[in-house]
């Protein structure tokens, strides 16, 4: 199994920066790719940004230019972060951490809430 533990969120204005991090312990070498995804009350989790199996990145529209993720890989745990700048309030939700693992299997963190007020 893969654990994931989030960190970073918080309470900012419009037009401000926060970074979130993810923690990935366990079976690190079963991860196929990474990822943060998105949600707000009432509707869909959605990407927000991630990582491929072959390295490659994928952003939502809504944060390209705005958001930059990153990966750094130490010997017993991956590092996953996203640089959010230039906040608007419609970025507000929890943000989850994603792994998924070989057989396509999911692992989600706990979850940290965005919050940008306007």
């Keep these: 199994q893969v654990q994931l533990v989030e960190s970073g969120g918080g309470l900012v204005q419009a037009g401000g920066s926060l970074r979130l991090s993810c923690a990935a312990s366990g079976r690190i070498f079963t ?4 990822g943060w995804y998105r949600q707000v009350p009432g509707k869909q989790r959605e990407l927000v940004a991630a990582f ?3 390295g490659d990145t994928n952003y939502a529209d809504s944060v390209r230019g705005r958001f930059t993720i990153s990966r750094d890989n130490a010997k017993s745990e991956v590092y996953l972060q996203l640089q959010m700048n230039s906040l608007k309030p419609e970025d507000t939700g929890v943000y989850y951490c994603n792994a998924l693992v070989q057989r396509g299997i999911p692992y989600w963190g706990q979850g940290t809430q965005v919050t940008v007020s306007s």
């Design 31 to 34: 991860i196929i790719g990474m």
């Design 52 to 54: 491929n199996s072959g």
